[in-house]
Structures are given as C-alpha cells and as structure tokens.
C-alpha cells in the first residue's frame, strides 16, 4: 500500500505542472517597474513572442520597490528587484518567468566595481528577469532604435533565464555586451544555431 501511496502521489504531481500553452515554450509575466513608454512594452511583448516562442502575459504595473532603491548613486539595485519581481509569481510552473520592464537607472556588483550601471539583469537561470532603457536611450539614433535595443536586451535576458550563456555567435542576441552597446546594435533578436539549439533542448515547444 506505500508503494502504491508513493507512486499515486508522484502522478498526482505530475498532473498539477501545467504544460505551456500550444506552440509556446513558456510564459513570460510581462510587468511595468514605474511609468514606461508604452511603445516599448509593446516592442518588447511582440519580440518575445517572436523570437523566444513563449506566451506573453501583462500584469498591472507596480512602482519601484524602495528595498531596491540605492541612494548613494541615486538608481535601483538589479538584484534586489529581481527578488521583487519573483514575489509576483509565487508557485510559478517552471516554465514560466517574469519580466520587469523600466525607464530608471539600474545597477549591480561587477568585480571591481561594488555598483555598476547595467541595461538588464536575469537569473541563469532561474525565473525572473529586469531591463531597463535607462542606457540603452543613449545616442539611440531615433525611437525605433530605442526600442530594438530594449527588445533585444529583453530578449537576452529572458534567455539567460532559460539557461542561455554568453555566446560568440556572431549576432546572436546573447552576446556579452562588454560594458558596451556595440553587440546589443550588432546583434539579431533571432538566437543563433548554437543558442537556438540548446533552448530547444531544454525547454521544447509544446505541440500544438
């Protein structure tokens, strides 16, 4: 009777894991972290969709948590929203991420530096992700290419929270950005083969 206790409960378990939605890999919550320009989150639900295969979900928007607000450099602690970010989806499906989307300055501890200003931070992995456009505005030759720099930054790191590494593929997505914009304006919103591949593995598409 244990036996069949055990091998009840672990059906059971299997059961309530939902499965993603057809031809998806995922959902990814898509959330507002203070006001932001609705293009962009417009841009960056439809880049997803497109190049990561996963379903999109919008939540109402939340303000900037004061637990991650770094007054000494006056912006907000990537890390610290990340934890933030995953409080919204306790009990999340494993194929499920969220995605906070910002217009303010967000850093992280980068050896040497203890506060370093980023474009975005996800766990790798793990199931949440932050982009800001802060930087990636900067000497942006006009809107659209603000917002394909957002897009593709959201790409990289919802990959990053799939498992995705840096890569070297030339214009992948998940190249490192080196403290630079170069590979982010260089770079496809399609993974690479290699990229492409791995994720696929990982998290296949469910049948439609």
């Known amino acids: 009777m244990l036996l069949a206790s055990l091998v009840l409960a672990r059906a059971l378990t299997l059961v309530e894991e939902p499965a993603p939605a057809p031809g998806t890999r995922g959902e990814v919550v898509l959330v507002t972290l203070g006001k932001v320009s609705p293009d962009l989150v417009d841009e960056v639900e439809t880049s997803l969709r497109d190049h990561l295969q996963v379903e999109v979900r919008r939540i109402a928007g939340l303000k900037l948590p004061k637990s991650a607000w770094y007054a000494p450099r006056k912006r907000w602690r990537a890390d610290r929203l990340l934890e ?89 997505p998940m ?28 998290f296949p598409i469910a049948d439609p």
């Open 175 to 202: 190249q490192d950005a080196e403290g630079g914009i170069a590979n982010t304006d260089g770079s496809d919103p399609d993974l690479g083969p290699e990229c492409r591949a791995e994720l696929e593995a990982a």
């Open 84 to 172: 933030f970010l995953l409080e919204q989806i306790p009990d999340a499906p494993k194929t499920t991420r969220i995605l906070g989307l910002t217009e303010s300055d967000i850093s992280t501890t980068k050896d040497p530096f203890p506060d370093w200003g980023i474009f975005g931070l996800g766990y790798s992995p793990g199931q949440a992700a932050v982009v800001s456009s802060y930087r990636l505005k900067k000497k942006a030759k006009n809107r659209a290419h603000v917002r394909f720099r957002v897009s593709n930054t959201a790409v990289h790191e919802v990959g990053h929270t799939f498992g995705l590494e840096h890569c070297t593929e030339a214009r992948c």
